[in-house]
């Protein structure tokens, strides 16, 4: 007899075949034959939920209060999406470094409803980044500012300055026309849509491979999810601002999402606590993705007094695990906000669990529970055991957004994707009794400072070309702040009287600002196991000795 099995309802978790399953209402998706890009999809969207395309404004300036209305924006679209068609053939890599501006979500969707990949990258990055991001992506064409193409290396590859009369001159291409749209690009949703860039465990910063499908399956669910909670007729417009950076996989689904909805985005070039403040007020912001850092600062800081945020309904909060006593005071001091919480990876195109409602908002510490279409084990690291709730171990994740692999790296795939697709996050995590997630620690080394993400390895090989230096290690260390500052233990060499100073200086010019060493401290000898691994939990417990 065939086995049977069952779903616990309370928690999703399944005895028999050891998995969680999403709680959420199975979400329908296009079949997975039908041609369809995200940009068709999210188009589709947008006309059924909004009538009012040539009054409601897609994209806002924060400090100009310029704007584009959908229909501008998508004028823009099919202006620029003319331009480039005859620069660009389909899966061609489009490699984009600029900081956020009216034009980065025109191109975005320019580039995807050509068939193209988009592949943006932190305007903060160091040359050696950008020389290795490039080297993954392999990209046909770069889109850069006049001040950043000194970083760029120099390859064959045309460049197109953002900020020049060519490409404004490209928005306004007379031969296109509203219609072009329509005859967007026949798209295989297996295709690649964005290289997204995402350091793992070896050091390395990787290149993850976004398809169609992957960001087709995320706005489905929030479309969904989204329509119970708008029969409130008189609820106002959703105005988002985005805080995360446009590169980032949250500033990028979140900027794809407003669209599909037919929302209203504030934009930032850099991003200014008061200037944030401000844009809230003037606005009337209803809604903004967050990191934790920021939900202390406005929990904490007087600033926020001066300025009338009551439009201000809920922060959506991820790249890592929000405090209870930040959360507790922050509705304090906002009672009327709700901090919807999540959890995902850039592999998992930045969604796989989250919080609804005012209900489920109240599990402190929690990730949510499963977002739509998603599963899930906790596999114990030593024995490859799936456990049951309430158990510790490495989470994994399967889903229609689970990455398709990381670009030019098959031995980094295989490790991460197993054949039946499951994704290892390198996450200790546990499931409660009621299906809710929380973060334990991370069995992968990386730090979150800020939601990004630094390797240890990448600092270490730095700190050991260091003449004077004979061995270091870096590790995470406490920051209410930031979440984690990345500090140096390091081994100074007979006679060497190297400062901290010093080296965090020379560190600081080799990496992105938000790779420094913020912390320093010598020691005699780095601890380490018979196989030569640094034991990073002695220096840790060390660390926290000290504070």
């Given at each position: 007899?065939a086995e049977?099995t069952?779903i616990n309802p309370?928690?999703g ?7 969680y399953?999403?709680?959420r209402?199975a979400?329908?998706?296009?079949p997975?034959s039908?041609?369809?890009?995200i940009?068709?999809?999210?188009l589709?969207?947008?006309h059924?939920?909004s ?7 897609f ?7 310029r ?7 998508l004028?823009?679209v ?6 480039l ?6 899966n061609d ?5 600029s900081p956020?501006?009216l034009h980065?979500?025109v191109l975005?969707?320019?580039?995807l409803?050509?068939g193209a ?5 932190s305007?903060?990055s160091?040359?050696s980044?950008l ?8 990209p046909a064409?770069i889109?850069?500012t006049?001040d950043?193409?000194n ?10 300055i953002?900020d020049?009369?060519l490409?404004?001159?490209m ?7 509203h219609?072009s749209l329509?005859a967007?690009?026949?798209v ?6 964005a290289i997204l860039y995402?350091?793992g465990?070896?050091?390395r910063v ?7 499908r992957n960001l087709?399956a995320?706005?489905?669910g929030?479309?969904?999810?989204k329509?119970g909670e708008?029969?409130v007729?008189?609820?106002p417009?959703p ?13 990028f689904?979140m900027l794809?999402?407003?669209?599909a ?7 930032m070039?850099?991003f200014?606590?008061?200037?944030m403040?401000?844009a ?7 809604y903004?993705p967050?990191?934790?850092p ?5 929990a ?5 007094d001066g ?5 201000l309904q809920?922060?959506?909060?991820g ?5 209870k006593e ?7 001091k906002?009672?009327h906000v709700e ?17 609804m409602?005012?209900d489920?908002a109240?599990?402190?510490?929690s990730a949510g529970r499963?977002?739509e ?7 114990d ?6 456990l049951?709730?309430t158990?510790r171990?490495?989470?994994w994740?399967r889903?229609?957004s689970i ?5 030019g790296?098959?031995?980094?795939t295989a490790a991460?994707?197993?054949s039946q697709?499951?994704?290892r996050?390198?996450?200790l995590?546990y499931?409660d009794?009621?299906?809710f997630?929380?973060?334990v620690d991370?069995?992968?080394?990386l730090?979150k400072?800020k ?13 050991q070309?260091i003449?004077e230096i004979a ?5 995470p260390?406490p ?6 500052i ?8 007979a006679?060497?009287?190297v400062?901290?100073?010093?080296i965090?200086d020379?560190?600081g ?6 790779k420094k060493i913020?912390r ?5 000898s780095?601890?380490?196991?018979p196989?030569g691994k ?6 840790q417990r060390?660390?926290l000795?000290k504070?």
């Amino acid at each position: 007899m065939a086995e049977t099995t069952s779903i616990n309802p309370q928690n999703g978790f399944c005895p028999q075949t050891r998995t969680y399953h999403s709680l959420r209402p199975a979400v329908p998706l296009p079949p997975p034959s039908q041609p369809l890009s995200i940009f068709q999809y999210a188009l589709s969207l947008l006309h059924s939920s909004s009538s009012a395309l040539s009054t409601t404004p897609f994209l806002i300036e924060a400090a100009t209060a310029r704007h584009l209305t959908y229909s501008a924006f998508l004028r823009h679209v099919s202006s620029l999406s003319a331009s480039l068609k005859p620069l660009l053939s389909q899966n061609d890599v489009a490699f984009i470094l600029s900081p956020p501006s009216l034009h980065i979500p025109v191109l975005y969707f320019s580039l995807l409803s050509l068939g193209a990949v988009v592949s943006p990258s932190s305007p903060l990055s160091s040359p050696s980044d950008l020389s290795h991001q490039i080297s993954l992506s392999r990209p046909a064409i770069i889109f850069a500012t006049a001040d950043s193409t000194n970083k760029l290396p120099q390859i064959d590859v045309p460049i197109i300055i953002l900020d020049s009369p060519l490409f404004l001159s490209m928005l306004q291409c007379e031969s296109a026309s509203h219609s072009s749209l329509v005859a967007a690009a026949v798209v295989d949703q297996s295709a690649a849509a964005a290289i997204l860039y995402s350091s793992g465990t070896t050091g390395r910063v990787k290149g993850v491979v976004l398809t169609h499908r992957n960001l087709i399956a995320l706005v489905a669910g929030m479309y969904h999810n989204k329509l119970g909670e708008d029969e409130v007729e008189s609820a106002p417009h959703p105005v988002s601002i985005l805080t995360v950076p446009l590169f980032h996989v949250f500033g990028f689904f979140m900027l794809i999402r407003a669209a599909a909805l037919g929302e209203s985005v504030v934009l930032m070039e850099r991003f200014d606590f008061v200037k944030m403040l401000e844009a809230v007020e003037r606005y009337k912001v209803t809604y903004m993705p967050v990191t934790p850092p920021l939900v202390v600062a406005m929990a904490k800081s007087d600033l926020v007094d001066g300025f009338d945020v009551s439009s201000l309904q809920a922060l959506g909060c991820g790249g890592a695990p929000l405090g209870k006593e930040v959360s507790e005071r922050f509705r304090q001091k906002f009672p009327h906000v709700e901090i919807l919480q999540g959890y995902g990876l850039t592999e998992s195109t930045g969604g796989a669990t989250r919080t609804m409602g005012p209900d489920e908002a109240k599990r402190h510490g929690s990730a949510g529970r499963l977002s739509e279409n998603m599963e899930a084990k906790i596999v114990d690291p030593e024995t490859g055991e799936a456990l049951a709730p309430t158990q510790r171990g490495e989470l994994w994740l399967r889903g229609p957004s689970i990455m398709k692999g990381y670009a030019g790296d098959d031995a980094a795939t295989a490790a991460a994707l197993d054949s039946q697709g499951w994704l290892r996050t390198g996450d200790l995590c546990y499931f409660d009794q009621d299906g809710f997630l929380f973060i334990v620690d991370r069995l992968k080394e990386l730090i979150k400072y800020k939601a990004y993400q630094v390797p240890p390895a990448e600092l270490e090989h730095l700190l050991q070309s260091i003449p004077e230096i004979a061995d270091a290690a870096v590790v995470p260390y406490p920051d209410e702040e930031a979440g984690e500052i990345p500090m140096a233990y390091v081994v100074r060499k007979a006679g060497s009287n190297v400062s901290a100073a010093e080296i965090m200086d020379y560190i600081g010019k080799q990496v992105a600002p938000y790779k420094k060493i913020r912390r320093l401290a010598f020691i005699d000898s780095i601890p380490k196991s018979p196989a030569g691994k640094i034991l990073r939990r002695d220096l840790q417990r060390h660390a926290l000795s000290k504070l």
